[in-house]
């Protein structure tokens, strides 16, 4: 089993900090969820460092988010990959902001730039509201069955230079040819949620599904669902999809910083929740739409510490708004927590903090070592 470490190229001007950082603000002007900034652009000086931290600190991935009102991840992951040796970018991708053919042509452009460090995370869309911003007005479940069509058109792109037609229930076209084929014959394909068409599609169709930070006994349970749906596809099992899990550590030297420091965020979290520059959605108390947020809810309702030093007020305080449950501790405590969801099975582990860069910068220094040294000993491909 091969475990990496990710995390998530977030708004592409958070500066950077000491202590367990993930991004960094641009220059002295930080925008994150605990301190954003209206309007703050693209910082391209900023963005080249962030990335060069992450090659630097021993990360193995970066996501680059959607949304409908944010940055273009292609164009930050082209970046990306520009400036970096061994990062690679996740780019996110909904199925209704691209024809198919087109992203075949464009995740296959920046693969073949990258000497063929591109994965690509679909997004079926969890709130019909932040969907229909952009036109799209499908359903949950047409959602999903749309996203099963263009994971395949994808496939047979990748597959062969040879013209094709497809005549489905959501594209159609004919004498389709893709000149631009991926450095390794392929690109991962990434699908993540908690809903049974998410286990049904991911299990049978990606290289990876993403999970976000739940308890231990609800992380296997989840594991357990989507090994059962790749069964049912007729994968064998050393092709099942590779499971990535997310979480917010929040880290200082000893626990009682560590607990102080995470307290701080809360407060800080708090006061930004209604701010539409610190995150995907205005926290507003309503119940999402989506069933991971769900999920997390609902678990936050049982306590706020699960297992070793899982947090949850990050969830209540954020309405589960995207992946939002913490880690806290010393460094040891992150180690042995994430080494945890290894022996589950877990084999990508997403870390990003609330004061990115600063974050990402810690976690390569005292998280990922650690992490690499126990595996080592252990016997576990790093």
């Known amino acids: 089993m091969t475990v990496t470490v990710t995390v998530r190229a977030e708004h592409p001007n958070t500066p950077l900090h000491h202590a367990g950082r993930v991004h960094q603000r641009y220059l002295c002007q930080p925008s994150t969820e605990i301190a954003p900034i209206p309007g703050a652009p693209v910082d391209p000086d900023f963005l080249v460092?962030?990335?060069?931290?992450?090659?630097?600190?021993?990360?193995?991935?970066?996501?680059?988010?959607?949304?409908?009102?944010?940055?273009?991840?292609?164009?930050?992951?082209?970046?990306?990959?520009?400036?970096?040796?061994?990062?690679?970018p996740i780019i996110a991708l909904r199925p209704n902001t691209m024809y198919p053919t087109v992203a075949a042509k464009q995740l296959a452009t920046i693969d073949q730039l990258s000497r063929g460090r591109v994965v690509?995370?679909?997004?079926?869309?969890?709130?019909?509201?932040?969907?229909?911003?952009?036109?799209?007005?499908?359903?949950?479940?047409?959602?999903?069955?749309?996203?099963?069509?263009?994971?395949?058109?994808?496939?047979?792109?990748?597959?062969?230079?040879?013209?094709?037609?497809?005549?489905?229930?959501?594209?159609?076209?004919?004498n389709f040819s893709n000149g631009v084929l991926p450095v390794n014959g392929t690109i991962l394909v990434s699908v993540g949620g908690s809903s049974d068409e998410a286990y049904r599609i991911?299990?049978?169709?990606?290289?990876?599904?993403?999970?976000?930070?739940?308890?231990?006994k609800e992380t296997k349970e989840q594991i357990d669902r989507i090994y059962a749906a790749a069964d049912s596809a007729g994968r064998p099992v050393n092709d099942r999809p590779r499971i990535w899990v997310t979480f917010r550590p929040i880290i200082a030297e000893t626990e009682e910083l560590a607990w102080a420091k995470a307290?701080?965020?809360?407060?800080?979290?708090?006061?930004?929740?209604?701010?539409p520059f610190?995150?995907?959605?205005?926290?507003n108390g309503t119940t999402p739409q989506n069933v991971g947020s769900q999920r997390l809810l609902d678990i936050a309702k049982r306590g706020d510490v699960h297992d070793r030093a899982l947090w949850f007020p990050t969830v209540t305080f954020t309405?589960?708004?995207?992946?939002?449950?913490?880690?806290?501790?010393?460094?040891?405590?992150?180690?042995?927590?994430?080494?945890?969801?290894?022996?589950?099975?877990?084999?990508?582990?997403?870390?990003?903090?609330?004061?990115?860069?600063?974050?990402a910068v810690d976690y390569g220094r005292y998280v990922i070592p650690g992490v690499h040294a126990k595996l080592t000993e252990t016997g576990v491909e790093n």
Not at 72 to 87: C, E, L, N, Q
Not at 263 to 275: A, P
Request: proline share 4%; net charge negative.
């Open 319 to 359: 309405n589960a708004r995207g992946a939002s449950t913490a880690l806290v501790g010393s460094p040891q405590t992150i180690i042995d927590s994430i080494l945890d969801y290894v022996k589950l099975g877990c084999e990508l582990i997403s870390i990003r903090g609330y004061d990115n860069f600063n974050d």
């Open 120 to 174: 690509v995370h679909f997004i079926a869309g969890g709130s019909d509201q932040e969907q229909a911003r952009e036109g799209d007005f499908l359903d949950k479940n047409e959602r999903y069955a749309r996203l099963e069509e263009y994971i395949k058109i994808l496939r047979r792109a990748w597959s062969s230079s040879e013209p094709f037609d497809w005549d489905g229930k959501y594209y159609q076209f004919k």
């Open 263 to 275: 307290h701080r965020t809360l407060e800080l979290l708090d006061m930004n929740k209604f701010n």
């Open 278 to 283: 610190a995150g995907k959605a205005p926290a």
């Open 49 to 88: 460092r962030y990335a060069r931290a992450l090659d630097d600190g021993g990360f193995d991935y970066t996501l680059c988010p959607y949304n409908s009102s944010a940055f273009d991840p292609f164009s930050i992951a082209a970046t990306i990959a520009a400036v970096t040796k061994r990062v690679k």
């Open 202 to 216: 991911g299990g049978a169709l990606a290289d990876i599904f993403g999970l976000w930070g739940e308890p231990l």
